[in-house]
């Protein structure tokens, strides 16, 4: 079996987004004094760890849903949508670490193209038999 392409390009821009969120929270370790395996610390340590926390808690939601939309459905959409979450996730982790207040629109973009991913993904499922 070949791997489409867009949708391999998608995966990967979605694992270096999440690993920038990992370098991120290593980075504010250092800069702000907080020794591993603490988890809390100054406000700014904090954000920047659960952007990561929440970035790891959705990638297991939209992994799955993206490459069943992808392989069930239509692969084009599916990156589309792949590429909006991603771009999602950006603007969460920008706007989170600059006030808890600003996560809200990265958030909502990433959860809305993951729960259509998801759509697409039953609908490819169901549309096989």
């Known amino acids: 079996m070949t791997v489409p392409a867009l949708p391999a390009?998608?995966?990967l821009a979605a694992l270096i987004v999440y690993?920038?969120?990992?370098?991120?929270?290593?980075?504010?370790r250092i800069q702000h004094q907080v020794k591993p395996p603490a988890s809390s610390g100054p406000e700014p340590f904090e954000r920047a760890l659960r952007v990561q926390q929440n970035t790891l808690e959705q990638l297991v939601f939209f992994l799955?849903?993206?490459w069943l939309a992808a392989l069930l459905g239509n692969q084009?959409?599916?990156s589309l949508l792949g590429f909006i979450?991603?771009?999602g996730r950006i603007a969460?982790?920008?706007g989170y670490?600059?006030?808890?207040?600003?996560?809200?629109?990265?958030?909502?973009?990433?959860?809305?193209?993951?729960?259509?991913?998801?759509?697409?993904a039953i609908v490819g499922v169901f549309s096989q038999g």
């Open 92 to 94: 969460y982790g920008v």
């Open 76 to 78: 084009d959409w599916a």
């Open 97 to 120: 670490r600059q006030a808890a207040s600003r996560r809200g629109p990265g958030f909502g973009i990433s959860f809305l193209a993951s729960a259509a991913l998801l759509v697409m």
């Open 9 to 11: 390009v998608v995966s």
């Open 64 to 66: 799955p849903s993206f």
């Open 19 to 28: 690993q920038g969120t990992a370098m991120a929270v290593g980075q504010a």
């Open 85 to 87: 979450w991603v771009g």
